[in-house]
């Protein structure tokens, strides 16, 4: 496979790199001495990089370079739990996950020689809050803004697989990384004996490992059988009180200060309801059916490797 940019043939095409999945995905794919090149709104620094810009009615600028990837996997939006889900953020999640994917997918589209597969993420968010009832591709979305915003954001990807690309909705569970995401957020507490469960506790939460995301995708990738919607979550999802105690059992440390729903709702209002303390119990029936082999199923597996 060609290492140089330009209008080479072969490699991946990926957005959202500098994020937490984007990062591990590219030193994934690095190891595999991939090319790797990086899509980007500003002005490209290398060879490595080309330049987009998804809000705009001709988003590719340089069409010649987006010919021939063997894959796109495109990861770009606001995150979700960043901020109080106030009107403009709302907007800002809509805006730059829907409208990006519409863009690059009508754009992989056109291409006389298209990517044979996309990659593009979702979330396990899709399902709402669902209680004890076990979940898996073929369950219907839920409620919500968040549900509804993944069941479009999934939608707007249509003219790719309308063109004949193959396109896969990573259905993100809470991914589980030392240096970014959710778990990077609670070390800190529970490291001080602080932590505790989030309300109460009995919502199931589907989580998956860095690690086995990256193989995951990878697996997605060179399986011609893997389309549609994908689970990416551990077959074995828990409860937020046994999360809080499996972490707090390995740090060593109490987690007796659990936080009460009122005030997760005072402080960050609808998102609490959606993100922090909807129960979404998802299996993922999609990859045990292709043999996908998690390396890091079970929690502690997953968090002792983490922890390290």
Same mark, same amino acid.
């Given at each position: ?126 399902? $709402?809050?669902?209680? &004890? +009832?076990? @979940?898996?591709? /073929? ?6 803004? *968040? ?121 960050? $209002?609808?998102?609490? &309801? +959606?993100? @922090?303390?909807? /129960? ?6 999609? *990859? ?21």
């Amino acid at each position: 496979m060609n290492s140089d940019g330009g209008n080479t043939t072969g490699g991946y095409l990926l957005s959202g790199a500098s994020g937490m999945i984007g990062a591990a995905l590219r030193a994934g794919l690095s190891q595999h001495q991939a090319r790797v090149i990086q899509l980007v709104r500003r002005t490209p620094v290398s060879n490595q990089e080309v330049q987009w810009n998804p809000a705009s009615t001709s988003p590719i600028f340089s069409p010649q370079s987006f010919q021939g990837f063997d894959a796109a996997i495109h990861l770009s939006g606001a995150n979700v739990a960043a901020h109080r889900w106030t009107p403009a953020y709302r907007r800002e999640m809509a805006v730059s996950r829907v409208n990006s994917t519409r863009a690059l997918a009508t754009a992989l589209a056109s291409l006389d020689s298209p990517p044979r597969v996309l990659l593009v993420a979702s979330a396990v968010g899709i399902y $709402g809050d669902r209680g &004890d +009832e076990i @979940l898996d591709e /073929s369950s219907l979305p839920g409620r919500g803004f *968040l549900a509804d915003l993944c069941a479009l954001w999934e939608t707007v990807a249509r003219p790719a697989s309308a063109a004949g690309i193959r396109v896969v909705h990573m259905r993100f569970g809470v991914v589980l990384s030392p240096g970014a995401g959710a778990l990077a957020r609670m070390l800190p507490l529970f490291r001080l004996g602080l932590g505790g469960k989030l309300g109460s506790g009995r919502q199931w939460m589907s989580w998956i490992s860095v690690d086995d995301l990256v193989a995951a995708a990878l697996f997605a990738i060179a399986s011609p059988t893997l389309e549609g919607a994908v689970n990416f979550v551990s077959p074995h999802p828990v409860t937020n009180a046994e999360f809080t105690r499996t972490l707090a059992g390995l740090l060593h440390r109490p987690a007796i200060f659990p936080a009460p729903s009122f005030a997760l709702r005072l402080a960050f $209002g609808k998102m609490a &309801d +959606e993100a @922090l303390l909807a /129960s979404a119990r998802v299996l993922p029936r999609k *990859l045990l059916g292709a043999a996908f082999q998690f390396s890091q199923p079970t929690l502690p597996e997953a968090l002792t490797v983490t922890l390290k």
